[in-house]
T-cell receptor, first 114, second 112 residues
Framework: GENVEQHPSTLSVQEGDSAVIKCTYSDSASNYFPWYKQELGKRPQLIIDIRSNVGEKKDQRIAVTLNKTAKHFSLHITETQPEDSAVYFCAAIPTMDSSYKLIFGSGTRLLVRP | KAGVTQTPRYLIKTRGQQVTLSCSPISGHRSVSWYQQTPGQGLQFLFEYFSETQRNKGNFPGRFSGRQFSNSRSEMNVSTLELGDSALYLC???????????FGPGTRLTVT
């Protein structure tokens, strides 16, 4: 079945720097890739997503890039702020079984140092 | 619109008991998925429902079951609870099966 690997598991950056989190997926037919942010004790929140017919998508300080050939996608956060500190999860929806279940990466704990 | 709601928010049960968790999706959303979140296994897919039909199930034992009602509300049931079932159970709703999924606050289940 689909497998999603996420790196790094922890990331510490200085406020104002950029942060990049990378994910690879195994099902070449996957066509939807969301990113979620989960603060301590809260629900995962969808922050950005991308479909396989698009190579890049931006929303203010957040961007996601997708390389279908290499089967990897990345989250880019620019001008990081302390409130960006959270656990970030990437996910993919495998299409081989026509069910729209999210397969999640293992998460990246981002710490933005003031 | 009101977000996804889940009840109860916290639950403590003992081994061998059963539990039923409830999820009310965002109004108009017809697809509901359930996930289990634990520190060791991360976020794992349990099941997905659309129009009262379970369309897929994750790799969980038969003790885990669910259903969806005609108003799209969903319940999941875990029978014969084990210590390892302690987790945060999250449901997510989406307007259509291939659309973005929005999570509820979760039900934190502790099995003692």
């Amino acid at each position: 079945g689909e497998n999603v690997e996420q790196h790094p598991s922890t990331l510490s950056v200085q406020e104002g720097d950029s942060a990049v989190i990378k994910c690879t997926y195994s099902d070449s037919a996957s066509n939807y890739f969301p990113w979620y942010k989960q603060e301590l004790g809260k629900r995962p929140q969808l922050i950005i997503d991308i479909r396989s017919n698009v190579g890049e998508k931006k929303d203010q300080r957040i961007a996601v890039t997708l390389n279908k050939t290499a089967k990897h996608f990345s989250l880019h956060i620019t001008e990081t702020q302390p409130e960006d500190s959270a656990v970030y999860f990437c996910a993919a929806i495998p299409t081989m079984d026509s069910s729209y279940k999210l397969i999640f990466g293992s998460g990246t704990r981002l710490l933005v140092r003031p | 619109k009101a977000g996804v709601t889940q009840t109860p928010r916290y639950l403590i049960k003992t081994r061998g008991q059963q539990v039923t968790l409830s999820c009310s999706p965002i109004s108009g959303h017809r697809s509901v998925s359930w996930y289990q979140q634990t520190p060791g296994q991360g976020l794992q897919f349990l099941f997905e429902y659309f129009s009262e039909t379970q369309r897929n199930k994750g790799n969980f034992p038969g003790r885990f079951s669910g259903r969806q009602f005609s108003n799209s509300r969903s319940e999941m049931n875990v029978s014969t609870l084990e210590l390892g079932d302690s987790a945060l159970y999250l449901c997510a709703s989406s307007p259509n099966p291939d659309s973005e999924q929005y999570f509820g606050p979760g039900t934190r289940l502790t099995v003692t």
